[in-house]
C-alpha cells in the first residue's frame, strides 16, 4: 500500500501519489478512447458507444436484453439508453422484439447488420488496442495489467448505484 502523504496545499495535491496515479489511469483512458473510438468512426460508421452496445447485445445472445440491462450495462440512464438504440435501429443494427417470457415488455437484438458491423469493428478494435494499448508495456507484464483492469472495472461497477 502507498503511505499517505498528508495534504495541506494545492501543490500537495497535485503531487499526491495517489492523486497522479488515478489522473494517469484516467488522462490514459480519455486518449485511448479518442483513438480508438476515433478509428472505429471512420472505418465502421458508428460511434465507439454504439459499438459497446452491440457487444453487449453479442455477448446476451440471440434472444436480446431489454431497455433496462442496456442502460445498467452500460451506466445510461434508461433515456439515453433509449434514444441510442433509437438511433441503432434506425441504422438498421438493431432491432425491437416482443419479450416471449412477458407481452408487456420488448427486448433489443441484433440484425444480421449489426451482427456482421460488431464482427468488422471488433477487429478493428482488437488491432488498435494491440498497437496503442498493450505494445507500449513490458511483454511479460501485459496479461497481469488485463487481469488487474477487470478486477478494478468490476469492483467498481459492483459499487455502482443502479441507474432508473
Known amino acids: 500500500m502507498v503511505e499517505r502523504a498528508e495534504i495541506s496545499t494545492a501543490k500537495d495535491a497535485a503531487d499526491h501519489e495517489l492523486i497522479l496515479a488515478f ?94 458491423t460488431a464482427v468488422r469493428a471488433a477487429r478493428v478494435h482488437a488491432e488498435n488496442i494491440e498497437r496503442y494499448f498493450l505494445e507500449p508495456l513490458p511483454a511479460g507484464d501485459r496479461k497481469r495489467f488485463m487481469e488487474d483492469l477487470r478486477i478494478l472495472s468490476h469492483t467498481a461497477r459492483d459499487r455502482l448505484p443502479r441507474l432508473r
Not at 48 to 63: K, Y
Not at 73 to 84: C, D, I, N, S, W
Request: hydrophobic share 40%; with cysteine; charged share 25%.
Open 23 to 116: 489522473g494517469r489511469l484516467q488522462g490514459a483512458a480519455n486518449r485511448l478512447e479518442y483513438l480508438l473510438g476515433r478509428a472505429i468512426e471512420q472505418e465502421c460508421g458508428i460511434s465507439h458507444l454504439m459499438f459497446e452496445v452491440l457487444l453487449i447485445l453479442g455477448r446476451a445472445g440471440g434472444q436480446g436484453l431489454s431497455m433496462g440491462a442496456i442502460s445498467q450495462e452500460q451506466v445510461l440512464t434508461t433515456g439515453g439508453a433509449t434514444r441510442l438504440v433509437d438511433r441503432m435501429e434506425a441504422a438498421g443494427l438493431v432491432e425491437r422484439t416482443g419479450d416471449p417470457g412477458d407481452r408487456r415488455s420488448r427486448l433489443v437484438r441484433l440484425t444480421p447488420l449489426g451482427e456482421q
